[in-house]
């Protein structure tokens, strides 16, 4: 099988103060990428937005409460759609010199544990990201070879394409973006907004998980790994 694989990521760099990461992935067989794109843009057709409407976490509002939340239920009714990502509890307390790492090195970590649950020996993967520094570049080629180096893929084969794509172009991508806020936003425990409590509520509804607690391994629609530092009391 063939698999497109769509990530993203909220609050990764290391001074901007929060104490969470997300980095999130959707997912789904290639050949059905398009057929769930042109469905995503009927539903925002459904609502009155126009195609070319960015899908994101921060637009989440009153006014658009209600195509976030079809949205949301399109990704559980669809079966193949699957979401994996994972929660990073304690950036802010990373003593990175003691592990002899930076915090690039940690994150190449952090993005192959959520990475590494969805990529299989037998089929193959194209992984597309939305990533907003400037080195995004470099950060792409260094995580392709880690991703290759850990599989024993050295030839490519398993992971054959790894790239940064525009999200305002990619729907999936932009489901991504919405879903990784939802858990977020759970995981944060912010209360802002009724729109976007509606829409964490609507997601813990239909996955029947509390969004900030890890999920079995096993779980194919909507998988969660908490990581925390070790040893939190002397970081």
Request: hydrophobic share 40%; glycine share 4%.
């Amino acid at each position: 099988m063939e698999y497109n694989v769509y990530c993203d990521e909220s609050c990764h760099l290391e001074n901007d103060g929060q104490p969470i990461m997300v980095l999130g992935a959707v997912w789904c067989p290639a050949e059905k990428s398009r057929e769930i794109s042109v469905r995503i843009r009927e539903i925002k057709l459904k609502h009155n937005l126009p195609s070319s409407f960015e899908i994101k976490w921060t637009k989440v509002s009153s006014g658009k409460e209600r195509f976030y939340l079809d949205l949301l239920d399109y990704f559980f009714d669809d079966d193949d759609l699957h979401f994996r990502a994972i929660i990073a509890d304690g950036k802010n307390k990373l003593d990175h010199p003691r592990f002899a790492q930076d915090h690039d090195t940690w994150y190449y970590k952090m993005y192959f544990s959520m990475l590494k649950a969805i990529l299989g020996q037998n089929d193959i993967f194209y992984i597309y990201l939305d990533i907003k520094d400037t080195r995004g570049s470099a950060k792409v080629a260094k995580l392709h070879d880690v991703l290759s180096n850990s599989l024993y893929d050295f030839d490519r084969r398993i992971v054959q394409r790894l790239q940064i794509i525009r999200s305002n172009e990619v729907e999936m991508l932009q489901l991504a973006d919405l879903l990784i806020g939802a858990v977020a936003y759970a995981n944060r425990k912010l209360t802002e907004s009724k729109s976007k409590i509606a829409v964490v509520n609507r997601m813990r509804e239909r996955s029947g998980f509390s969004l900030v607690q890890k999920t079995l391994l096993r779980e194919n629609k909507v998988n969660l790994f908490k990581w925390t530092p070790s040893n939190p009391d002397d970081e």
